[in-house]
């Protein structure tokens, strides 16, 4: 089935499971809208779920809202540094991190002006990590409402008022802590899971979707 999708950062498990089993579409002629996973991401760190926030510069004034694609980071705090940092120390007794460190190291050792660049760079390397093919077609018009056979699954993006449903657990560094924490970013499976994440995502149960 045919899968709309927001890109977003470094994707929670839901997003990245529809990457895995479903053909999907990027959603990139929307407004820009706060609160949503377009910006963040969730990881655990010891003291348990934790956003990490690309901090973006705001569009005011007469010009109102912004197209998601022309959303600028403010490049004039140094977040890449504070996220990597914060990964680091997150994950770094995780079984797979230094397997994986290189390759995510990277996002953070370069500016980028847009945010969708950005956040489409995560996907590409998510994607190499775990060895798929990174989903190319994108919309070229933004509509409301979309054709009967294909899955909008575009409220993912939400951070607020998520969807409830059960997600099979594995170990996490902080698990003894402070239980499981689901729907987190896919690093946090990747590091935690490294070359069984890919099995995980396609055995991923999506019925609650509808999917």
Known sequence: MKTLLHPTYFPNIVTTALMVQKDVI?????????????????????????????????????????????????????????????????????????????????LYKQPYDLLMDFNFE?????????????????????????????LDARFLV????????????YVQVFGDRHGFINNTSILDLLFNEGTNALSYLNNFNLNFLNA
Request: glycine residues 4%; aromatic residues 12%; neutral net charge.
């Open 26 to 106: 990027w959603e990139v002629e929307d407004n820009y809208q706060k609160q949503t996973y377009r910006n963040r991401c969730v990881i655990c760190t010891d003291t348990g779920r934790h956003f990490l926030s690309i901090p973006i510069k705001h569009v005011g004034g007469d010009q109102g809202r912004q197209k998601y694609k022309e959303v600028k980071l403010d490049n004039d705090y140094p977040w890449q540094r504070q996220h990597w940092r914060t990964l680091q120390t997150a994950y770094r007794t995780s079984p797979f991190f230094e397997y994986y460190e290189d390759d995510i190291a990277i």
């Open 122 to 150: 995560t996907l590409r390397v998510i994607s190499e990590c775990l060895q798929i093919e990174l989903p190319k077609t994108r919309t070229t018009l933004y509509r409301k409402e979309v054709p009967k056979a294909m």
């Open 158 to 169: 939400r951070c607020k008022n998520e969807q409830e449903f059960v997600q099979e657990e």
